[in-house]
């Protein structure tokens, strides 16, 4: 193992704003001391979340971490040093995961926009054998909101599902493990008509052009929506009696249930099996992974919400 720099590369802001505005490269930040609990990851990849440009919109500043900032919840990497209490890691694991437990709550100053970002053991995972480290890097923040809103609302085996924004990070995620861990009867799913085949080799059973039809109006109900993209509203309208609306776009019209996720190692650890039998797979934008240097780029097109699955960096750098 190389020896660990004084100093690294990170992209870096220092005001609130838009992220592509203030995003600036640095390569000279300290690099972040690691606590008893928490591991130094070399980052091999990183994925970008709407909450990288929230965060720097200063949407919950009241909550965040001092700046300056280097943004990045999503990490695949190597670890290169471990705290006096760490347990499942050593140095030369490779790891995945959310490394901000809470999204809004204090999140890590040094975030996976970095050559080196630190993270608690419990929010990692040995990353899957099959998965290349960009693979690895746009799951963590995805599948656990996937999987937790999915056991929030006590999804199960029978029950039908129809996915709003079924193409994007999460959507197509919810998609999978309803149908492969939780068993689902029959999955429907909103996208884009070019987006058809994608939905259904994910293994939605009924697409649904949005532009063009009303998912509300259609005869046939659901036990379950899971809206990614704010429509709590309508979604309300799709469900049989006695069904179920969980949302991750708030604000939420009750009953609709608001759900924030918590980043859990045990979560990725509990998937492992299904990731590594190829029921369950990342699904990435055809422009990933973006390089280091093309960071802003990124973020710009993340922007555009018209990307497939997730928006990844490498290498870094």
């Given at each position: 193992?190389?020896?660990?720099?004084?100093?690294?590369?990170?992209?870096?802001?220092?005001?609130?704003?838009?992220?592509?505005?203030?995003?600036?490269?640095?390569?000279?930040?300290?690099?972040?001391?690691?606590?008893?609990?928490?591991?130094?990851?070399?980052?091999v990849?990183?994925?970008?979340?709407?909450?990288?440009?929230?965060?720097?919109?200063?949407?919950?500043?009241?909550?965040?971490?001092p700046?300056?900032?280097?943004?990045?919840?999503?990490?695949?990497?190597?670890?290169?040093?471990v705290?006096?209490?760490?347990?499942?890691?050593?140095?030369?694991?490779?790891?995945?995961?959310?490394?901000?437990?809470?999204?809004?709550?204090?999140?890590?100053?040094?975030g996976?926009?970095?050559?080196?970002?630190?993270?608690?053991?419990?929010?990692?995972?040995?990353?899957?054998?099959?998965?290349?480290?960009?693979?690895?890097?746009?799951?963590?923040?995805?599948?656990?909101?996937?999987?937790?809103?999915?056991?929030?609302?006590?999804?199960?085996?029978?029950?039908?599902?129809?996915?709003?924004?079924?193409?994007?990070?999460?959507?197509?995620?919810?998609?999978?493990?309803?149908?492969?861990?939780?068993?689902?009867?029959?999955?429907?799913?909103?996208?884009?008509?070019?987006?058809?085949?994608?939905?259904?080799?994910?293994?939605?059973?009924?697409?649904?052009?949005?532009?063009?039809?009303?998912f509300?109006?259609?005869?046939?109900?659901?036990?379950?929506?899971?809206?990614?993209?704010?429509?709590?509203d309508?979604?309300?309208?799709?469900?049989?009696?006695?069904?179920?609306?969980?949302?991750?776009?708030?604000?939420?019209?009750?009953p609709?249930?608001?759900?924030?996720?918590?980043?859990?190692?045990?979560?990725?650890?509990?998937?492992?099996?299904?990731?590594?039998?190829?029921?369950?797979?990342?699904?990435?934008?055809?422009?990933?992974?973006?390089?280091?240097?093309?960071?802003?780029?990124?973020?710009?097109?993340?922007?555009?919400?018209?990307?497939?699955?997730?928006?990844?960096?490498?290498?870094?750098?």
């Open positions: 193992m190389a020896s660990i720099p004084s100093h690294i590369k990170a992209w870096v802001y220092s005001e609130y704003g838009n992220i592509e505005d203030i995003l600036k490269f640095d390569p000279n930040v300290t690099i972040p001391n690691i606590k008893e609990d928490q591991v130094l990851i070399k980052v990849a990183a994925a970008l979340n709407p909450v990288d440009y929230k965060r720097a919109r200063g949407y919950f500043k009241n909550t965040d971490s700046l300056p900032t280097a943004p990045g919840y999503d990490v695949a990497g190597v670890v290169v040093k705290g006096s209490e760490v347990k499942k890691f050593k140095v030369g694991d490779e790891v995945y995961g959310d490394i901000n437990e809470y999204a809004v709550n204090n999140p890590k100053n040094i996976s926009l970095a050559e080196y970002t630190v993270a608690e053991e419990k929010v990692l995972a040995h990353k899957p054998s099959n998965l290349s480290f960009v693979e690895a890097s746009g799951l963590p923040l995805a599948i656990i909101t996937a999987y937790q809103g999915l056991e929030k609302i006590e999804f199960s085996d029978g029950k039908s599902i129809l996915v709003l924004g079924g193409a994007g990070g999460v959507g197509s995620l919810v998609i999978q493990l309803a149908k492969h861990v939780f068993g689902a009867s029959k999955i429907a799913a909103t996208a884009s008509t070019a987006k058809f085949d994608l939905l259904r080799n994910l293994g939605a059973d009924l697409p649904i052009d949005y532009t063009k039809d009303n509300e109006e259609l005869k046939e109900k659901f036990d379950v929506v899971y809206d990614t993209v704010g429509q709590t309508k979604a309300l309208k799709a469900i049989k009696e006695g069904g179920k609306v969980v949302t991750i776009a708030p604000p939420a019209t009750p609709a249930v608001p759900f924030f996720m918590i980043s859990n190692g045990a979560v990725l650890e509990k998937l492992q099996p299904y990731l590594e039998g190829g029921n369950v797979k990342p699904i990435l934008d055809p422009k990933s992974p973006f390089p280091f240097s093309q960071t802003v780029e990124a973020f710009t097109y993340l922007k555009t919400n018209k990307a497939i699955g997730k928006i990844v960096i490498h290498p870094i750098p």
